[in-house]
């Protein structure tokens, strides 16, 4: 589903003289549909910077980030122009971040049925898809209605986790979903993201949680300065991580 080869992405500080800093220095990465690729490492070493590449919030410096749809042929997303990229965020290409940017004077039930509706649904079966996924991360209907910008921070979160699942992009990136939940909703989350593999949907998340990524992974990729020094089973990287924190 998704192929990223020799990926790199570094950032000139203009106030120090033009130095450059390497936010990644050759990503090599497989995701298959089906497929939940968890990205582990410490604070700065890449993950945020290699979903953002992939969605292209950031223009990658070098290589190449392959999309293998489902409908239409295989796109290089390092290269492609703003308007073919856009047509794409959202519809075969999702993502789902630690905070709600949603527009003004919008409701959940709005926000999460309108990204139903880029997906391909008929508003009235996303209204109703989308009043399904708020029950189940436990939207209170009273707030379906609210402006967004209102609501708190957990409630946020689970407003964008519906938006990001609701007829659900063939590949999903997840950035800290559940950062902001308390005990009761993150299993309602974390059950929700579970279902994304079932249903054959490509899935690379970032989380600071172990046992969601051993939950929810199929694989592990660990980073550290800008490079996958490791890849493999939750349980093998994700050991190696306690004993390094040890």
């Not at 950032?11 to 800093?21: K, M, N, P």
């Not at 407003?159 to 299993?187: F, K, M």
């Amino acid at each position: 589903m998704l192929a990223v080869r020799g990926l790199t992405k570094s950032f000139t500080l203009h106030v120090i003289d033009g130095r450059e800093v390497v936010a990644l220095g050759g990503i090599d990465l497989d995701v298959h549909a089906g497929e939940h690729v968890a990205l582990a490492g410490s604070s700065g070493a890449g993950k945020s910077s290699l979903l953002r590449c992939v969605y292209r919030t950031y223009l990658p410096s070098g290589g190449s980030i392959v999309l293998r749809r489902t409908v239409g042929d295989p796109v290089d997303i390092a290269t492609l122009s703003d308007q073919a990229m856009a047509a794409i965020r959202g519809k075969q290409l999702g993502y789902v971040a630690q905070f709600l940017r949603a527009e003004p004077r919008r409701g959940p039930l709005d926000i999460v049925t309108h990204a139903g509706v880029l997906r391909g649904m008929s508003r009235p079966v996303a209204r109703e898809a989308a009043a399904l996924a708020l029950q189940r991360l436990n939207v209170d209907e009273g707030l379906w209605d609210v402006y967004a910008s209102v609501l708190s921070g957990g409630e946020k979160q689970r407003v964008n986790l519906a938006a990001g699942t609701i007829a659900p992009p063939q590949l999903l990136l997840l950035d800290e979903p559940v950062s902001a939940l308390d005990p009761a909703n993150r299993e309602a989350a974390l059950a929700m993201i579970g279902d994304l593999t079932d249903a054959g949907v490509a899935v690379l998340s970032v989380f600071h949680d172990l046992d969601a990524m051993h939950r929810l992974a199929s694989r592990v990729v660990l980073l550290r300065d800008g490079r996958i020094v490791e890849d493999g089973a939750p349980d093998e990287v994700l050991a190696g991580l306690t004993e390094v924190a040890r």
